[in-house]
């Protein structure tokens, strides 16, 4: 599949083990691990494993309010495609608190959880039963494998859950994960572009994840031709790439040919 757009990694400069020797990118997951069981809520964030603490209501109710912060940025979205999802099967990669994904699953969509922390599989799984949601699956992926018993899915939705690693490495991920998408399947990712790494400074992509996402390993912007490349020779149209936010978010919304 060739050479990514751009230089993102060395063996020399990165902590990151090469793709060759993790091939199911349990190793990779690991480093992930170390900070992705602290997820973003609202305009904090917060460890999911203190969330096993609240009473249901409780939990609810947190949701709720988090939810409702965030919708400054992601009210359009989940308008657009709250009946775009109804009926369909939905995998939420990286499913931290399920800010839109349990709303999208409240209005009828068949979402399964999927993320690398199990907590967060488990608070994503007392939500949708607090929130009656029928038709939900939930998956805790330690590595590449934990997806071979999964089926074919309408959507593949992947909410800034693709940036957090080197490029060669989200490759082998989305290649994983385009086994499970349906013929005519949408493809759809959040991302940060390249216009707020400039304007953050044009930093290596470690230092850029700490300064970012407070404390991540990896941060990379992505453009419609990195998401291209890694979910090659697949073929997708383009239904739509926007920039929002004032930049600081990207969207890319494809449809397999």
Known sequence: ??????????SEQCQWPRPVDDPDLGRSFEILRRKWGEVPAGSVRVQSSSLGALSDSELGHYWERIHEEALEHRLWFETLY????????????????????????MNGAKVTFLDIIEENVR????????KQVRDAGFC????????????????????????????ELVQLEAQALLKHLGPKGRWIEFAYPKERWLRDGSM?????????????PWMEW???????????PTEFDVILELPFHGQDFNWFDLRRK
């Open 1 to 10: 599949m060739g050479s990514p757009p751009e230089v993102t990694m060395s």
């Open 82 to 105: 709250s009946d775009v999802f109804r009926g369909k099967r939905v995998l939420d990669i990286g499913c931290g608190l399920a800010i839109s994904t349990l709303y999208f699953a």
């Open 123 to 130: 608070v994503a799984e007392r939500l949708a039963r607090i």
């Open 140 to 167: 805790f992926m330690r590595n590449l494998n934990s997806l071979e018993p999964l089926g074919l899915y309408d959507v593949i939705f992947c909410c800034g859950s693709l940036i957090n690693a080197p490029l």
């Open 204 to 216: 290596p992509f470690e230092e850029w994840g700490r300064m970012t996402d407070g404390g991540a």
């Open 222 to 232: 992505h453009d419609l031709e990195k998401v291209l490349w890694y979910l090659s």
